[in-house]
């Protein structure tokens, strides 16, 4: 059965890090884009980024309000994909996502940005 | 900036037909912008229903249609139950990068 669980959500201050974490089981990662969607309180979805196979390149394309803050990776010995976010926002809280490029989703870990 | 437009909301009687529509800021939907649908209900995950506008998955009803018309991505639910009560939300790629539609608040009245 596929898995995506991810965790490293919390509190933090305007101008901070976190690193979130998704650990995936039940399919063959190595060959996954993988993608991260946010949603803010009450809001729609967001998409945050996504990252192609090593095999596709390991292309990495971003949203606009997050390039050059947050960074996306992947270490496929361990089957798990990150969310390194830098410079954290208020505008950044919200519930993020981790999906099989949008196929497949998890249950997701909550941001907060606040001072 | 690119600007993903649906319906902000729509009623459909139980059994009806409904057409939740999704445009684009930059003109014509084709099937290059890889258009994908999503339900989600208060609490959950979104779960994902078509991709490249047209194709299901698995798990996606027969009553959900994906389609092309007239310059926007279209999902069509036919004989709606009571239990397709949810938010819609499109995704179209923009060579690479995503753009959701905010989203149709579907009423089943």
């Known amino acids: 059965e596929l898995q995506l669980v991810e965790s490293g959500g919390g509190l933090v201050k305007p101008g901070e890090s976190l690193r979130l974490s998704c650990a995936a089981s039940g399919f063959t990662f190595t060959q996954a884009w993988m993608a991260w969607v946010r949603q803010a309180p009450g809001k729609g979805l967001e998409w945050v980024g996504r990252?192609?196979?090593?095999?596709?390149?390991?292309?990495?394309d971003y949203a606009a309000p997050v390039k050059g803050r947050f960074t996306i990776s992947r270490d496929d010995s361990k089957n798990i994909l990150y969310l390194q976010m830098n410079s954290l926002k208020t505008e950044d809280t919200a519930l993020y996502y981790c999906?099989?490029?949008?196929?497949?989703w998890g249950q997701g870990t909550m941001v907060t940005v606040s001072s | 900036q690119t600007v993903v437009t649906q319906e902000p909301s729509l009623t459909v009687s139980p059994g009806g037909t409904v057409t939740l529509t999704c445009a684009s800021s930059t003109g014509a939907v084709t099937s290059g912008y890889d258009p994908n649908w999503f339900q989600q209900k208060p609490g959950l995950a979104p779960r994902a229903l078509i991709y490249g506008a047209s194709n299901k998955y698995s798990w996606t009803p027969a009553r959900f249609s994906g389609s092309l018309l007239g310059g926007k991505a279209a999902l069509t639910l036919s004989g709606v139950q009571p239990e397709d009560e949810a938010e819609y939300y499109c995704l179209l790629k923009y060579g690479g990068v995503g753009v959701f539609g905010g989203g149709t608040k579907l009423t089943v009245l």
């Open positions: 999906t099989t490029d949008t196929r497949s």
């Open positions: 990252i192609k196979s090593k095999t596709d390149g390991e292309t990495i």
